[in-house]
């Protein structure tokens, strides 16, 4: 009877040690496939939004379109939306991926 207790006592231990390995990877996979790309892309709209210049064009969240006039230092841009109308934004107020895209449609292609 004691040899049959330690038998099962031996089979618990070994679950256990799956279901923590199975959790850990989890958790892994988890990190590689939502949070890490969610940092790497959060990290390069800052550094987009960091290396705004006078000239660029622009569109914001909202979806005006622009030019920037000057880049405030209070982390604010001033915006040309139409010749003599000019808009203050803040600088997390850009869109990277409709600005970025509107830069390339614009841009004639080199052959």
Do not use: C
């Amino acid at each position: 009877m004691t040899h049959l207790v330690v038998l099962l006592q031996a089979g618990g231990a070994a679950n256990s040690s799956f279901s923590l390995i199975l959790l850990g990877g989890m958790i892994l996979v988890f990190w590689l496939f939502m949070i890490r790309p969610q940092a790497k892309k959060a990290k390069l709209a800052k550094q987009f939004q960091e290396n705004m210049q006078k000239g660029d064009k622009i569109v914001t969240i909202a979806g005006i379109h622009g030019t920037v006039n000057k880049v405030n230092d209070d982390g604010t841009l001033m915006i040309e939306t139409s010749p003599g109308s000019y808009l203050k934004i803040e600088k997390s107020a850009l869109s990277m991926e409709w600005t970025q895209n509107i830069n390339k449609t614009a841009a004639p292609e080199k052959k």
